[in-house]
Structure formats: C-alpha cells, structure tokens
C-alpha cells in the first residue's frame, strides 16, 4: 500500500467551478499535512497546511481533514486557468516529520 | 532572493561521470531536505539534515549517491557513476524546524531545482 494516494487526473472543470482534490495517507501519526501545488516544469510551492481535523480557509482555498479517516482534501473555488497545474499532498511522516508526498493530481481548468 | 537556491539548474553528463549538485537553504531554516522527481511522478525522498547532521536516508539512495551538510548552511548532493536511471529532477527544501504551539514546523519551501540528464 502506498503511503500517500492520490488520483492522477486529469481533473477537469470549467473555470469557475469548484475543484475538489483527495487524498488518502497511511500514517496515522502524521500531524501536519501540506499542499503543494506544481507547475509544469517548475519545483512544488506550498499553497496551504492544515493541523487540526476539519476545515482551513485561506482565500479561495480550502482544506479539509479527517483524520479519523486518514483523509485530507483541498477545494478550490472559483477555479481560474491560471490554477492549471498539478496539485501534490504531502503529509509529514509521523516518526521524522518528513514531508510524503503523492503523485500528485493533474487539474485543468478550461475557460 | 532569500528563497532556497539550487545550483546548477541544469546538468547533461555521460554515463558513468560524477555529478554534484548545490543547495542553499534559506539562512534561518535548520532542516534541508533532498528529493527526487521523475516525470508523472511527485518527489520522493531521497536524505534530510538537521543542522550538519544527516539523520534519515532513504533505501532509493544507493552506495553512489552521497550528500554532506558541512557547516549546517548549503548542502551538496553528489552523485558517482551516473547512470540513465539516475535522470531526473533533484529538489532541495528547507525549513526551520521550530516548534510553534507544540507542533514542529515542518514547512518545506523548495528551490528550483537541477534537472539531471544521463546520456
């Protein structure tokens, strides 16, 4: 089982819309979960972290996590074509507080 | 630019040459990590220092990849008897490791990274 799961896309939605990323880890001990978001050919910049179980607002990004559940997402509102590009979940292993990361989802939003 | 700055940003090197790549991590952050991407893939963890100490290796690191932090500032990632699966982008992150209200922070930041190419 891999750590972190998340689907690869391509997430399409028209611009505008709410996009919805998941993503489910297998370490129970992980305490901060990260977002990173990936444009093509560039290194991942941080967009968002969340500590506590629940919702996180930060603009037009929101995170959610569960942990219960083993389960964090990020929604994305009012989705632009600028937000194109690949979003990547990270939690931090629970042992060494190192950032996991997923394959990351591809996200398209088209006008 | 006070970000995390990786040199050189791009590397072309025949099989079987010797590789080593620079990280310097944004002066206050005491935890440096290195990654490794491959395309539709996201980074997988390759070593992190705390300070000047290398304290975790991934398995991915083999025999011919090592990585020094000597004074706890810039790092450097080298890589011996390239191989074409060795081709790949390699990312460096930082982050302070302060505990804020009881929680490590473990915000990486990443610079831009070095694009290796075996040929």
């Known amino acids: 089982q891999k750590e972190v799961e998340q689907n690869s896309g391509p997430l399409s939605v028209p611009e505008g819309a709410i996009a919805s990323l998941n993503c489910t880890y297998s370490d129970r001990g992980s305490q901060s979960f990260f977002w990173y978001r990936q444009y093509s050919g560039k290194s991942p910049e941080l967009i968002m972290f969340?500590?506590?179980?629940g919702d996180k607002e930060d603009g037009r990004f929101t995170a959610q996590l569960n942990k219960a559940s083993q389960y964090v997402s990020l929604l994305i509102r009012d989705s632009q074509p600028s937000d194109s590009a690949t979003y990547l979940c990270a939690p931090e292993g629970g042992g060494s507080y190192i950032p996991t990361f997923g394959r990351g989802t591809s996200l398209i939003v088209h006008p | 630019d006070t970000g995390v700055s990786q040199n050189p940003r791009h590397k072309i090197t025949k099989r079987g040459q010797n590789v080593t790549f620079r990280c310097d991590p944004i002066s206050e952050h005491n935890r440096l990590y290195w990654y490794r991407q491959t395309l539709g893939q996201g980074p997988e963890f390759l070593t992190y220092f705390q300070n000047e100490a290398q304290l975790e290796k991934s398995r991915l690191l083999s025999d011919r990849f090592s990585a020094e932090r000597p004074k706890g500032s810039f790092s450097t990632l080298e890589i011996q008897r390239t191989e074409q699966g060795d081709s790949a982008m390699y990312l460096c992150?930082?982050?302070?490791?302060?505990?804020?209200?009881?929680?490590?922070?473990?915000?990486?930041?990443f610079g831009q990274g070095t694009r290796l190419t075996v040929v």
């Open positions: 992150a930082s982050s302070t490791g302060s505990v804020f209200y009881g929680l490590l922070n473990t915000e990486a930041f």
């Open positions: 969340i500590y506590s179980n």
